[in-house]
């Protein structure tokens, strides 16, 4: 017998292992080293194409004074963008062996979510979901192809996992499909209830077994996607800024629209980023409310975009909309993106009332400052900066205390 274990097998994806096709077998929870892949990043970069499309569906809406109808719209795209880059995302996680079909599939679930993409307009405009729902079924159809492809190559309770993932995917398509059967009064409500389904079938396919899922990868994918999510929204920004600076030849109510912007954005990523959150998914109860409450994250962040462009659409004179309607459409979702980032990661990391405080009162302080008109978002980049500032600070003097403390030698 040896005192230690063998070393694990290196996985499927190395270079070592050039075979153009490889069993679908999952790789290992404690694998060293799992960085996203070229491919991944790729997938990122093309589902963003269709984020942008909703966030400029969304600024369209509420400048022409939709804001209900635009928000309603603006939800149930961003959940079929978001739920299928998350199956593919924590898929990948455990299952990627980057072979020939694995990569032909992934590049299949690409093209559906440019399909839903070329749709979200005539979602938008004309309530009509064909293309975004074809998109879909495309992508969701491929990731059913991974998941038959995981059962064969594996046996016992990972393969009725992997089973009744495929089973569960493949029957709530059906159920997507009464979009374009019913009335436009109850495509709400069946939205609701199949959102419901999809985010129930990980819960059910995994209680027997759960997936091995790699905990830094994962946090470095949605890490990935956040940074992603924030560079369309300041591409977006800007681009409105430039827009409204050729069309009124005047900076005055422009600039502070463009500071408090930046502000906010530099902000997110620097509240997002402030501590290592892989740490705390060590279960999949807690991976799974991470990982859905990401739809939040995601959605107020790039919603934060689309907020300033209807804030500099004001200013300029073409929105249908009062000063104090195109200051919330900035600081609603910015005090959403703060409040769901402290639920998310920064209260497992916060240590006394003091520190827990700081992300929920500052979002609280960024709602009131959209009753401060023209300077709203100023204000709003100002306090979220603030709270950048504080939080520092306080870290700052916790690690000084523990530093100097007599038993500081003996902790981790």
Not at 100 to 123: E, F, M
Not at 301 to 323: D, F, M, N
Not at 380 to 399: F, I, M, S
């Amino acid at each position: 017998m040896t005192t230690s274990p063998p070393p694990p097998p290196s996985p499927s994806g190395t270079p070592g292992n050039a075979r153009p096709l490889r069993r679908l077998t999952a790789r290992g929870r404690a694998e060293a080293h799992r960085v996203a892949s070229p491919l991944e990043l790729f997938f990122d970069l093309c589902f963003v194409v269709a984020i942008a499309q909703a966030g400029a569906q969304l600024v369209h809406a509420v400048v022409e004074s939709h804001t209900g109808e635009g928000i309603a719209s603006y939800a149930m795209v961003f959940f079929a963008i978001w739920w299928a880059w998350m199956n593919f995302t924590w898929f990948a996680s455990a299952y990627d062996n980057d072979d020939v079909l694995y990569r032909v599939v992934t590049l299949i679930q690409i093209a559906g979510v440019l399909v839903l993409a070329a749709g979200v307009p005539r979602a938008f405009e004309e309530h009509d979901f064909l293309a975004v729902i074809l998109g879909y079924i495309i992508m969701r159809l491929a990731l059913t192809a991974q998941w038959l492809r995981a059962a064969r190559s594996s046996e016992g309770p990972e393969r009725t996992m992997a089973l009744r993932y495929a089973g569960g995917v493949v029957l709530c398509q059906v159920g997507w499909l009464g979009l374009l059967l019913l009335p436009e009064g109850g495509r709400y409500w069946l939205f609701l209830v199949m959102a419901l389904l999809e985010m129930c079938v990980p819960l059910i396919a995994e209680k027997d077994h759960p997936t091995a899922w790699h905990p830094h990868h994962i946090a470095e994918r949605y890490g990935l996607l956040t940074i992603i999510v924030l560079g369309e929204t300041i591409a977006a920004a800007t681009v409105a800024v430039q827009s409204g600076i050729d069309e009124s030849r005047s900076l005055d109510e422009l600039l502070p629209i463009a500071a408090g912007g930046l502000l906010i954005i530099f902000c997110a990523w620097w509240i997002y980023f402030a501590v290592p959150i892989h740490g705390h998914l060590r279960t999949s109860k807690e991976a799974f409310v991470w990982g859905y409450g990401h739809y939040i994250v995601f959605a107020s962040a790039a919603a934060i975009g689309a907020g300033l462009e209807v804030a500099v659409e004001q200013a300029i004179g073409k929105a249908h909309l009062s000063t104090l309607a195109a200051s919330a459409a900035v600081t609603l979702p910015t005090a959403l993106f703060l409040l769901t980032v402290w639920a998310l990661h920064a209260r497992h990391f916060k240590v006394g009332l003091t520190q827990q405080f700081v992300l929920p009162g500052t979002a609280l302080l960024v709602i009131c400052c959209t009753f401060l008109g023209e300077w709203a978002v100023l204000a709003t980049g100002l306090v979220a900066a603030l709270a950048v500032a504080t939080g520092t600070v306080l870290a700052a003097r916790r690690t000084a205390r523990a530093s100097a403390s007599p038993a500081a030698g003996t902790t981790v």
